[in-house]
C-alpha cells in the first residue's frame, strides 16, 4: 500500500484575498496551484513545519489563526494528506522564492487556476 505523505498548506488571507502559488516545472504536479506549504518532517508539528515551509518559499513569517480542513487524494506517485490552516501575514510580504508565481486572489477568482486535485476541496471550501 502507498504510504502516506504528510503536507502543510498555508490559505494566507489579506484585504480578502487568497495567496495562490504556482509550481515550477517539478517533476510532479508541474504548473499545477497550490497553497503553499510542504511536508511535515519527522518529529515536527504541523504549526512548525508550516511556519518553516512559509519561511523558506515565501521569506516571510505567518500567523496561523485556525485549523481549516484536512484533505487526502491519491495521485499516481502516492497518497497526499494535506492541512490546510487559515493564516495571516505577520509584516513583511511574501516574495516569490520557490514557485513559478504567486497571486493574490478572491475567492470567486480561485476555480479559473489549474489547482492540484488534493487542494480542490480546500478551493470549494473557500468559495462557500
Ligand atoms: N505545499 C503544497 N503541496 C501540495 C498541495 N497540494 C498538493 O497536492 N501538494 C503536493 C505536492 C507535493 O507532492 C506535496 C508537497 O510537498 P513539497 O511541496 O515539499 O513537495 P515537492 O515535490 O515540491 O518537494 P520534494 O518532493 O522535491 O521534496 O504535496 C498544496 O496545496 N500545497
Known sequence: MDKIIHVVAAVIAK???FL???RCNT???AYKWE???GKVEQGEQLNEAL???IKEELGCSILIKYHLLTTEHHYDFGIINIDAFFC???DES??????NEIRWLEAKELPALDWAEADLPVVSFLLK
Open 15 to 17: 484585504d480578502g484575498k
Open 20 to 22: 495562490c502559488a504556482q
Open 27 to 29: 517533476k510532479y504536479l
Open 35 to 37: 497553497f503553499p506549504g
Open 51 to 53: 511556519i518553516r515551509e
Open 88 to 90: 495571516e501575514l505577520v
Open 94 to 99: 511574501p516574495k516569490c522564492l520557490e514557485h
